[in-house]
């Protein structure tokens, strides 16, 4: 098992960066395919971005595409959310997720290990 705890969230303006960090403890990053998730407002939780545990390949949601980058560092035991360009929809809780495996398609559904989520709020 692995405990993850998200950080790097804040209140910032549209058009600015923001760099969200997920740190893992309990076991090794490495061993985990790791997603990010995101709640907006009065929405349903969704697929953001997504790492394999390998490091070679990564995924992203039509709408963070070109503008956000998922990375790790599993010497740090963190994965990263870059988000650039920041839009007021990207107004969310959010979540750090792992996952043992990998798949075509990331759901939810699959992420076994959650954090408990940080705050962004973009402003216009």
């Known amino acids: 098992q692995v405990q993850l705890v998200e950080s790097g969230g804040g209140l910032v303006l549209a058009g600015d960066s923001l760099r969200l960090s997920c740190v893992a403890s309990g076991r090794a990053l490495k061993e985990y395919s790791m997603a990010w998730f995101r709640q907006r407002p009065g929405k349903g939780r969704e697929f953001a971005a997504g790492i394999k545990w390998s490091g070679d390949i990564t995924q992203y949601a039509d709408s963070v595409k070109g503008r956000f980058t998922i990375s790790r560092d599993d010497a740090k035991n963190t994965v990263y959310l870059q988000m650039n360009s920041l839009k007021t929809e990207d107004t969310a809780v959010y979540y750090c997720?792992?996952?043992?495996?990998?798949?075509?398609?990331?759901?939810?559904?699959?992420?076994?290990?959650w954090g408990q989520g940080t705050q962004v709020t973009v402003s216009s």
């Open positions: 997720a792992a996952d043992v495996g990998w798949g075509l398609e990331i759901v939810e559904e699959d992420y076994e290990y």
